[in-house]
């Protein structure tokens, strides 16, 4: 006979609720790949595909981008320059619109 489950896992229930969908076999290799590289979780992908990534996670992200970029604007030449710090420029209104809605 199954036991009930305790008041602390209907509260864990409650709060976490489980979802249950299907991927294709492409849409599930693109998923592994991306967990494999870093310690990313399934609810991480999800946060930021919705827009719902932590600050914490938000400002790593840009400080990485910002990081990047500058090591690239050192590294090309006098006529690259600006469309680094184009694409720079349109990294940051991106940013932007995405924190309006």
Do not use: Q
């Not at 592994?32 to 914490?56: E, Y």
């Amino acid at each position: 006979k199954r036991r009930a489950p305790s008041p602390s896992r209907l509260r864990y229930d409650a709060k976490n609720p489980v979802i249950s969908l299907r991927l294709t076999a492409g849409l599930r290799a693109v998923l592994d790949d991306l967990r494999s590289k870093g310690d990313v979780s399934i609810a991480d992908i999800f946060r930021a595909g919705l827009g719902l990534m932590s600050p914490p996670i938000k400002e790593a992200y840009n400080n990485g981008v910002g990081f990047a970029l500058a090591e690239v604007y050192l590294l090309v030449c006098w006529d690259c320059e600006d469309a680094v710090m184009r694409f720079y420029n349109h990294h940051l209104e991106n940013e932007g619109s995405l924190n309006r809605g």
